[in-house]
């Protein structure tokens, strides 16, 4: 059975027009409501084929929530990618019991949630339910974008990561560290000369150093503080711990927490996807979560994060 995570993202909508971002929140208007409604008329009566991405796409269900501050939009999708010919195997006899060709899908249910603030705001957030390595993320932002595209619509669905200090604070202090990597992006021309490099001819390719410490039991507890002030902007990378005749411009930390690993890229935290395993908080049905402990999941942690960010 697949683990079930989410993902959560921020997101706005932009007017192409005069490239502002409009209120999300309930107003006269009422514009992202009303293409929330569109978004549903078009995609809930039968299947749309995203040929460019080879999968398919259909609302089965939307249900609209009205927390203390904010509404929350919850969505039970169906998809599934075709393109490629497979056999479905009995796991316990071994034999074939079925062959699909490449024009069928293999469908499976996801939920995503939309929160947003009830007071004025520009910015909401998105929850994306993934199962294993299978998500929507994609055909969602596609499927939505035809719909700001449509009935003289001229708006662009903008969706960001978010980083909320609890998450990266998740990992340094309930997480194990496997790995520390220092990495150097510009080898020194005459240390590269030695080793025969030809340094500064691909740009793209450009060769770095790594120092690698495995096992780095205690670099956390006693460089704790200093990567917090980093992440403060109130120390410079390169000065949050001395490597001895190695100057470095960038540090990865590896770690496992609950059974995964993640990879922390101090100098690019802007690019990590908040994704949190929440299969021990559901009931499932068939190996996929049952609506209403999917619901719940949605609801708390999109207060959460709401909360986090500020937007409520």
């Known amino acids: 059975m697949p683990n079930i995570s989410i ?19 309930e107003n006269d208007d009422n514009v992202f409501q009303n293409i929330i409604n569109q978004f549903y008329n078009n995609f809930s009566d039968e299947y749309n084929n995203n040929e460019n991405l080879e999968k398919i796409f259909k609302i089965e269900e939307h249900n609209e929530h009205r927390e203390d501050e904010f509404n ?3 969505f039970k999708i ?40 009830i007071n004025e705001s520009d910015t909401g957030l998105i929850i994306f339910q993934n199962s294993g390595v299978y998500g929507i993320k994609t055909i969602f932002k596609q499927s939505f974008q035809q719909v700001c595209n449509e009935n003289n619509n001229e708006y662009s669905l903008i969706i960001r990561n978010v ?4 998450y990266i604070e998740r990992f340094l202090n ?10 150097r992006n510009n080898i020194p021309r005459d240390r590269g000369e030695r080793i025969g490099l030809n340094l500064g001819v691909d740009i793209n390719n450009a060769a770095y150093e790594e ?33 001895d005749h190695f100057e470095y411009d960038n540090i990865k930390l590896e770690f496992t927490l609950g ?6 890229n101090l100098s690019n935290l802007e690019d990590v ?20 402990s999917i619901t719940t999941v949605l609801t708390v942690n999109s207060r959460l994060y709401l909360e986090s960010m500020g937007l409520i």
């Not at 980083?163 to 609890?166: H, R, S, V, W």
């Not at 309930?174 to 990495?183: A, M, N, S, T, Y």
Request: aromatic letters at 8%; proline letters at 4%.
């Open 78 to 117: 169906k998809s599934g990618r075709y393109g490629v010919s497979s056999e479905i195997v009995n796991t316990d006899t071994g034999e074939v019991a079925y062959t699909r060709d490449e024009t069928q899908a293999d469908v499976m249910p996801f939920y995503l949630s939309i929160a947003i603030p």
């Open 211 to 243: 120092y690698v410490i495995h096992k780095p039991v205690g670099f956390i507890r006693n460089t704790g503080r200093r990567i917090q002030e980093f992440m403060n902007r109130q120390r410079a990378i390169n000065d949050i711990v001395h490597v």
């Open 72 to 74: 929350l939009n919850v």
């Open 163 to 166: 980083l909320p200090a609890e």
């Open 174 to 183: 309930g997480g194990i560290l496997k790995k520390v990597r220092f990495i």
């Open 7 to 25: 993902s959560i993202y921020s997101f706005s909508l932009q007017d192409r027009r005069n490239n502002e971002y409009i209120n999300l929140s």
């Open 273 to 292: 996807v908040v994704t949190e395993d929440v299969t021990d908080e559901l009931m499932l049905e068939g190996g996929h979560p049952e609506i209403n």
């Open 259 to 264: 059974g995964r690993n993640k990879t922390l």
